[in-house]
């Protein structure tokens, strides 16, 4: 039975679930940030899933990465698979800007989180959520 990493639950919203993953909000608002959980147990790594979720998380990943971008008008999409403090299996996609705190530099340890507050929260998740159709 699936269990979200209390590191994840910690640090992110629910957005919504796929057939595949579980869609998060990291808790940042400095960056637009969306994490995919793969809703399988076990997983550390993309290649230990079976070959028809391999096929339904870079889908899920396009649309992700495609709704975010659409809804940010981003400089760039950055996405990441690391999972060195979380092993379970976590897909990052982060909006950036070139006026973005951490630019060109990695997010990972610049500054301290600035939570999202309860409107700002469910209004980026509307609009990711639009575009995500």
Same mark, same amino acid.
């Given at each position: 039975?699936?269990?979200?990493?209390?590191?994840?639950?910690?640090?992110?919203? %629910?957005?919504?679930?796929? &057939?595949?993953? /579980?869609?998060?909000?990291?808790? &940042? !608002?400095?960056?637009?940030?969306?994490?995919?959980?793969p809703?399988? /147990?076990?997983?550390? %790594? =993309?290649?230990?899933? @079976? %070959?028809? /979720?391999?096929? #339904?998380?870079? &889908?899920? $990943?396009?649309?992700?990465?495609?709704?975010?971008? #659409?809804? #940010?008008?981003?400089?760039?999409?950055? =996405? *990441?698979?690391? *999972?060195?403090?979380?092993?379970?299996?976590? $897909?990052?996609?982060?909006?950036?800007?070139?006026s /973005?705190?951490?630019?060109? *530099?990695?997010?990972? @340890?610049? *500054?301290?989180?600035?939570?999202?507050?309860?409107?700002? !929260?469910?209004?980026? =998740?509307?609009?990711?959520?639009?575009?995500? #159709?």
């Amino acid at each position: 039975m699936f269990e979200l990493h209390p590191r994840l639950a910690a640090d992110t919203l %629910e957005i919504a679930r796929w &057939d595949l993953c /579980d869609l998060r909000l990291m808790n &940042d !608002a400095r960056y637009p940030w969306i994490i995919l959980v793969p809703t399988r /147990d076990n997983i550390r %790594e =993309i290649h230990h899933l @079976g %070959e028809a /979720d391999q096929i #339904t998380l870079w &889908d899920d $990943i396009r649309r992700a990465t495609k709704a975010l971008e #659409t809804t #940010t008008s981003a400089h760039k999409m950055n =996405i *990441g698979a690391l *999972g060195n403090l979380v092993p379970q299996l976590h $897909i990052h996609i982060i909006a950036r800007f070139e006026s /973005d705190a951490a630019w060109p *530099g990695p997010v990972w @340890g610049v *500054g301290e989180a600035l939570p999202y507050d309860k409107e700002s !929260a469910k209004k980026r =998740i509307a609009e990711f959520l639009q575009c995500a #159709t």
